[in-house]
């Protein structure tokens, strides 16, 4: 192999390597979201439905205003993206220990050997994705002309979570 191929082999790993370390950073970020909603339900109702929603998917109750509701519920992580992230990692630092025993082979027994440090990947995906997940339901006066047995709420949570209680309130 000559040695600009090698060269140019090298940066496009390191390139999907520092692509991979941002992936797995991702993993854990926050993604909360707002989103406002009507509902053809009187309110009185609407909130005693959410909050039997929301009990069945282990959320509790930590404030109850009048106009504001917040639910509290533990997340847990995923078996199956720990063990996707850390076979991911594991890939990736393959292939840079192999390019890189290439360009200096020497050190090819120290650079292969950066696959240990792959589940290091898997433990920050634990322990960062196990937090406390906040779901706050708002509801308002809307300046809409809506229909009298209609209620206006702000759901701000997760996007996933959002997405859940949109698919189950069929909206």
Known sequence: MNNFSLISTFFLTLLLTIGLFFFIRASVKERTEKEKLILQVS???????IKNYFEKRSYQVTSNQENK????????????LAIFLSILSLTGLLCLGLILS??????????????????????????????????????????????????????????????????????
């Open 69 to 80: 509701i917040v639910f509290e519920g533990t997340v847990r992580p995923s078996w199956f």
């Open 43 to 49: 309110r009185v109702l609407l909130i005693k439905q």
């Open 102 to 171: 290439f360009l200096y082979q020497p050190l090819t027994p120290m650079f292969l050997s950066l696959g240990i440090l792959s589940p290091i990947t898997g433990l920050f995906y634990w322990r960062k994705a196990c937090k406390i997940e906040t779901v706050s339901v708002s509801f308002e006066h809307s300046t809409e002309k809506i229909e009298d047995n209609s209620t206006c709420c702000i759901l701000t949570g997760h996007r996933d979570e959002i997405a859940q209680f949109k698919k189950a309130f069929s909206l």
